[in-house]
């Protein structure tokens, strides 16, 4: 079993939401009623999204994970990264990233997992589903995890329980995402299957 650093207090909650509040943030969450799921993040076009998911996740009191390479896990900071929420697994088959993730839902019975379909601050031609078939295989939900630049707006919108239809639920989270902008619109990722996945 992977073991899971990462902790929540009252005193980093009211932190979290006396930042977001002093630079004229709002936070909007509806928190899932599973003890385990995917949450998306996006769109992702800066460094900065991270820092606000690190306010939305103490604000709202999850205690949220995050996947990284292997490699990245190594002395003299994977225990450092661990305490931050990271999970290491091989990202150099697909397939095997997906199982490895599933796996972790599988050892845990409390687990948020947050993942960037689009996978890189840079524009991108589509999203990678990976989320989708880690949810799928870990027969958890998925929330929909936002950052809207505009609005100046953090937050969780609605949970989606992936059905196998992938393009009938992917359908719905382009809807929900539909209008929500990055720091630097410019850079979002369409919002769309790969061709293959059709």
């Known amino acids: 079993m992977i073991e899971l650093g990462l902790s929540q207090n009252r ?19 509806n928190l899932p009623a599973a003890q385990k799921y995917v949450l998306v993040g996006a769109p992702h076009t800066s460094g900065w999204d991270f820092l606000y998911t690190m306010l939305l996740s103490h604000a ?26 990271g999970i290491p ?18 050892q845990h019975s409390k687990l948020v997992v947050a993942i960037a379909p689009e996978g890189s601050r840079d524009n991108v031609p ?31 919108g609605p949970t ?5 239809d992938l393009q009938a639920d992917f359908d719905q989270i382009k809807t929900f995402y539909a209008g929500k902008l990055g720091k630097h619109p410019h850079r979002q990722g369409v919002i769309q299957l790969r061709p293959t996945d059709d």
């Open 11 to 29: 005193f980093s909650q009211m932190v979290a939401r006396t930042v977001l509040n002093y630079q004229s943030w709002r936070l909007d969450f």
């Open 60 to 85: 709202a009191g999850i205690q949220l994970h995050w996947v990284g390479k292997d490699t990245l896990f190594k002395r003299p900071f994977g225990s450092l990264l661990r305490k931050l929420g």
């Open 89 to 106: 697994v091989n990202r150099r088959s697909r397939n095997n990233f997906v199982q490895q993730v599933v796996d972790v839902f599988n």
């Open 126 to 156: 589509y999203w990678k589903t990976g989320f989708y078939y880690i949810a799928l295989g870990a027969s958890v939900p998925i929330a929909l995890g936002y950052i809207d630049y505009a609005e100046k707006t953090v937050g969780i």
């Open 160 to 164: 989606l329980f992936p059905s196998g």
